[in-house]
């Protein structure tokens, strides 16, 4: 099994929808992130978090939400869905020394 | 102008050969040096990490380190047809990964 795992690995929906993507991990590190790719723009960070009560902004945070649910579940809501947040995000873990561990990735294309 | 820049490629080449991927960067500050591999439909993953100046060697990858020049590569030996993949470079100032700057990443394919 991945140590990071993302739910659902696509995902096709409409302007003005709202969308959750989950991730839950095992690898027993407290932090967590959320990031996006797009062609040309490598990885822009969303939000992560410290540990449950700590939420942060992260460069794009505009347009999204997270929830930390528990140290092993941390998950990324779009309220209302628009056409340029069509992108793969990325969940990873983070160690305290900046390595990351990322999850398989979420394609959402919002139409 | 972007803090890291690295050259998108395609980059192709014949099986065996050395391949040399680069990134440049214009914060003095950064002193932590990443490369990550990311393969087609999957997230990327750490191949190298560096602080400071120097080199650091791994199997057929070394990783290079120019403070001075404010450039770093990582070099692949003997390259395989597996080693096809993205590779992006990642830098911060800081430990911790909520500092990190990404390259765009460079395309890789090498032809058996």
């Known amino acids: 099994d991945a140590d990071v795992t993302q739910t659902p690995r696509n995902r096709i929906t409409k302007t003005g929808k709202r969308i959750m993507l989950e991730c839950s991990q095992t690898k027993g590190h407290d932090r967590m992130y959320w990031y996006r790719q797009d062609p040309g723009l490598g990885l822009r960070l969303i939000y992560y978090s410290f540990d449950v009560k700590d939420i942060n902004k992260g460069e794009i945070s505009d347009g999204y939400s997270v929830s930390r649910q528990a140290q092993a579940k941390f998950s990324l809501s779009l309220e209302s869905a628009i056409p340029n947040q069509t992108a793969l995000y990325f969940c990873?873990?983070?160690?305290?020394?900046?390595?990351?561990?990322f999850g398989e990735g979420s394609r959402l294309t919002v139409l | 102008q972007k803090e890291v820049e690295q050259d998108p490629g395609p980059l192709s080449v014949p099986e065996g050969a050395i391949v040399s991927l680069n990134c440049t960067y214009s914060n003095s500050a950064f002193q932590y040096f990443m490369w990550y591999r990311q393969y087609s439909r999957k997230g990327p993953e750490l191949l190298m990490y560096?602080?400071?100046?120097g080199n650091k060697e791994d199997g057929r990858f070394t990783a290079q380190v120019d403070k001075s020049s404010k450039y770093i590569s990582l070099f692949i030996r003997d390259s395989q047809p597996s080693d096809s993949a993205t590779y992006l470079c990642?830098?911060?100032?800081?430990?911790?990964?909520?500092?990190?700057?990404f390259g765009q990443g460079t395309r890789l394919t090498i032809n058996p």
């Open positions: 990642a830098m911060s100032a800081g430990q911790g990964a909520q500092k990190l700057v």
């Open positions: 560096t602080y400071s100046s």
């Open positions: 990873a873990v983070g160690t305290d020394t900046g390595e990351l561990f």
